[in-house]
């Protein structure tokens, strides 16, 4: 693949031009790299902090709107597969009118639905909101990679992707901790609005700051069909993810939208073979390092994600912490993410990402283990220390494999490598909270019998058994009204260990994945179409 020239698509008064791009005047505001990196730094941070920032306000929501538990899950659900089903289109629709566009109506719409949700009056109205966030968030995303992409030169993007990186991994982490601080000193509603008036300064950033670049060669039409068999394939692999933990892994309907989104895929990639502008073009996967980058980033997801999903439980409900302290215990998280990310930038750039790769996803493993080895009692202090070097290793994955996947792209499908990223990163977060759910849950259910018979409590009939096997999976001691304190604590402690034993299981299994994705990380190498971008040449 050969780098390819950028366009200028942003002329005086905001129309197109077709010559070449050549450096904005010095010191002016449109198109300069860093100014650029702040504005689209704006918007990727109201669609992380949304990604964790509402399952604080949930319950209020529930309480206020008289929602039951399954509408509930549907405010994060619709959410997490709308953003997932359209972040490949959406990053096509940036290579093919343009990032800065795409970026600005991603954000506007995205404040919009957010706004709309905190007027809503009822749990269908939220829960239609939530999926249109998805989709202008789904925009905004990709279109914020291709942005860095064409402003930044190579010696500098993988700094740029590093404080990208930084912001994304610091409103994910720090999503629960201004929530919890909304919720209880606001309303539910103001975690939404919110979102307002972010929106809008990113708005104004991006009319003033941001300069699209195009490539000559960009994409002039649209796959149809493609975009039609992805979005249904996708759809329906998310949709068996968040629907298995209730089904069941071994249900007749999981494997069906299994089995219809593996078709589905097998289906667009022949297509993509026979279309003359295909929405992914199949030779991008010709890149061992961009497929690799690929790989990585669902593995690290999984491990990270689906890892991260019990601790929250393990926090608040056996340590039975506020989701205020909750939160405020993965600042070692949140601290080393934000801290790592700009100098695995750094170090990426002088080494490359192979090794920072390796290493990241080597300190995860680690990390992992160790929050297997954690128990009931466990101090603060030694969580602190496994949270710390697990934001240490995650830092250099997030940075590096992010920039593998879009620096080893041509800089016309800069938007869909960025889809490409983000799309990897949201199946691996939905893929290991189902599957690691299904191994805590497993664990759950073959330990929790013979824990509660050990401890001569009143035997259980098999459908109380089946209700305490659900609330011990989420850490909740399934003590009933009315028994001597005695026995509620034996309740509470068996209930606690069988957790602990569950979480265990799962988090080594998260260390396994972590472990082959050391494998992965040396199958990459440094972008070799990075140098494509930086139409812009004051930094």
């Known amino acids: 693949m050969t780098s390819q020239t950028t366009v200028d698509s942003t002329g005086p008064g905001g129309k197109a031009s077709s010559g070449p791009s050549g450096p904005a005047p010095a010191g002016g505001l449109r198109g300069h790299p860093w100014f650029t990196l702040i504005t689209v730094a704006v918007g990727v941070m109201m669609v992380?902090?949304?990604?964790?920032?509402?399952?604080i306000a949930n319950p209020a929501i529930a309480k206020d709107l008289g929602a039951s538990f399954a509408d509930v899950q549907w405010i994060t659900n619709a959410y997490f597969l709308a953003l997932a089903v359209c972040l490949i289109t959406a990053g096509k629709l940036g290579d093919r009118f343009g990032h800065r566009q795409t970026f600005l109506i991603g954000v506007t719409g995205f404040?919009?639905?957010?706004?709309?949700?905190?007027?809503?009056?009822?749990?269908a109205m939220v829960v239609t909101f939530r999926?249109?966030?998805?989709?202008?968030?789904?925009?905004?995303?990709?279109?914020?990679?291709?942005?860095?992409?064409?402003?930044?030169?190579?010696?500098?993007?993988?700094?740029?992707?590093?404080?990208?990186?930084?912001v994304?991994?610091?409103?994910?982490?720090?999503?629960?901790?201004?929530?919890?601080?909304?919720?209880?000193?606001?309303?539910?509603?103001?975690?939404?609005?919110?979102?307002?008036?972010?929106?809008?300064?990113?708005?104004?950033l991006g009319a003033l700051i941001l300069l699209d670049h195009r490539a000559e060669n960009a994409p002039r039409s649209f796959d149809i069909l493609g975009i039609a068999l992805l979005s249904a394939a996708m759809f329906c692999l998310v949709w068996a993810l968040i629907k298995a933990p209730s089904w069941g892994w071994g249900d007749g309907?999981?494997?069906?939208?299994?089995?219809?989104?593996?078709?589905?895929?097998?289906?667009?990639?022949?297509?993509?073979t026979r279309v003359k502008e295909p929405l992914v073009p199949l030779g991008l996967f010709r890149s061992v390092p961009l497929s690799a980058g690929v790989v990585l980033m669902v593995l690290m997801a999984i491990a990270f994600m689906g890892g991260l999903f019990f601790v929250t439980f393990y926090l608040q409900n056996v340590h039975g912490m506020s989701p205020i302290d909750a939160g405020l215990h993965l600042l070692p998280l949140t601290g080393m993410m934000i801290v790592g990310s700009p100098l695995a930038g750094v170090l990426i750039t002088k080494l490359g990402p192979r090794v920072p790769l390796a290493g990241g996803m080597a300190a995860t493993a680690v990390a992992m283990y160790g929050m297997s080895t954690l128990e009931v009692d466990t101090s603060s202090a030694t969580?602190?220390?496994?949270?710390?070097?697990?934001?240490?290793?995650?830092?250099?994955?997030?940075?590096g494999a992010t920039e593998v996947i879009v620096g080893n792209a041509p800089l016309e499908l800069s938007g869909v490598a960025g889809g490409l990223q983000q799309a990897a990163m949201q199946i691996g977060g939905s893929l290991g909270t189902a599957v690691l759910g299904a191994v805590m849950a497993s664990k759950v259910d073959n330990d929790l019998a013979g824990n509660w018979a050990d401890a001569k409590l009143p035997p259980l009939t098999p459908a109380?058994?089946?209700q305490a096997s659900e609330a011990v999976q989420v850490g909740v001691a399934p003590v009933p009204k009315g028994v001597p304190e005695q026995v509620a604590a034996q309740i509470t402690s068996v209930a606690h260990d069988t957790f602990i034993s569950g979480m265990s299981l799962a988090s080594?299994?998260?260390?396994?994945v972590a472990a082959v994705a050391v494998l992965v990380a040396l199958l990459t190498r440094r972008g070799v179409n990075a140098e494509a971008g930086a139409g812009v040449g004051h930094l």
Do not use: C, Y
């Open 48 to 55: 992380a902090l949304d990604g964790t920032i509402v399952a």
């Open 111 to 123: 404040a919009a639905a957010s706004g709309a949700i905190g007027l809503s009056h009822s749990i």
């Open 131 to 166: 999926v249109l966030q998805g989709l202008f968030g789904a925009l905004l995303m990709p279109a914020a990679l291709g942005l860095l992409r064409a402003t930044f030169p190579a010696e500098k993007l993988n700094m740029a992707i590093g404080i990208w990186g930084m």
């Open 168 to 204: 994304i991994g610091a409103s994910t982490a720090g999503g629960p901790i201004l929530g919890g601080v909304l919720v209880e000193h606001v309303n539910w509603q103001s975690v939404f609005f919110i979102n307002v008036p972010v929106g809008l300064l990113a708005l104004v």
């Open 253 to 272: 309907w999981t494997w069906a939208f299994i089995g219809t989104a593996v078709l589905g895929f097998a289906l667009f990639a022949f297509w993509e």
């Open 383 to 399: 969580m602190s220390l496994w949270f710390a070097v697990l934001g240490f290793g995650l830092a250099p994955v997030m940075v």
């Open 464 to 466: 109380q058994l089946d």
């Open 508 to 512: 080594l299994v998260a260390a396994g």
